[in-house]
């Protein structure tokens, strides 16, 4: 029987978030085949007095869940930073507060992690509404560490919290950083110019909770101008050459601006399956 290494998962929690779906998303994480050695939980400001019950039954059930934190919103890049110097163990998975966990995700993960001996490592996901009988989409995501590179140069190579990786890979690339919609993107572009190796699982361990907006959030002049940063950023410091950011910029431009009902199409037709 193979031996498991200790691992952190990481999770950010802040007040708008509702409590049903953080203790839903809790369940998934300390009813793993392989349980977490650490359950790190981010208080990102402060929390509502439903969040508070949560988190302190959870706690109180589980004492590897611990929970951090501070009284003022910082977002979610500040927060994961905060997070990850929290983290005991080299190996991190990230989690976000409303999302489900298959019940072997971490098994088969630490067993990717370990025999394909890569340094960042993501999965496919579901996206689902209310309940992960109710799915919407699949996010299949490039497999091998070349198709993940090329990938990197248009869009995210990896679903946030489908992530696996290492403390010291985090670290050695500076940590996470509030890049508003970007934090994980930035993040992983930053390792993957280290030269650190990486890999997503072709199976889905992973349900994304998506909510019945979540195509309306995607589009508007604030997340337009959001990504549109980044992507010059990515520019400016050699990541992508020139036609590849002219073909993000106006591809960003028409999906962010368009009605949402159409944006609704456009994901589901072309970036989901």
Known sequence: MMEYPNFSVLMSVYFKEKAEYLEKSLSSLVHQTVTPTEIVIVKDGSLTDELNSILEKYSKEYP????????????LGL????GVEKCQYDIIARMDSDDISREDRFEI????LLEKKVDLLGSNTKEFIDDITNVQSTRIMPESHEEIM???????????????TYKEVIL?????????LCEDYDMWVRILEKGYTSY?????????????????????LKYCKAIIS??????????????QYFKTKYATIVVSLMPGFLREFVYKKFLRK
């Open 230 to 243: 980044f992507k010059k950023m990515m520019y400016k410091k050699g990541y992508i050459k020139y036609r």
């Open 150 to 164: 090329n990938y990197s140069k248009t869009r995210n190579p990896f679903v946030h919290p489908s992530i696996m």
């Open 200 to 220: 997503n699982i072709q199976d889905v361990l992973v349900y994304m909770r998506v909510g019945k907006d979540f195509y309306k959030r995607r589009g508007g």
């Open 64 to 75: 590897f869940i611990h929970c951090y934190g501070y009284e003022k919103n910082r977002g």
């Open 109 to 112: 993960q630490l067993k990717t």
């Open 79 to 82: 927060a994961l930073n905060f």
């Open 172 to 180: 050695s690339a500076g940590n996470f950083r509030n890049f508003y």
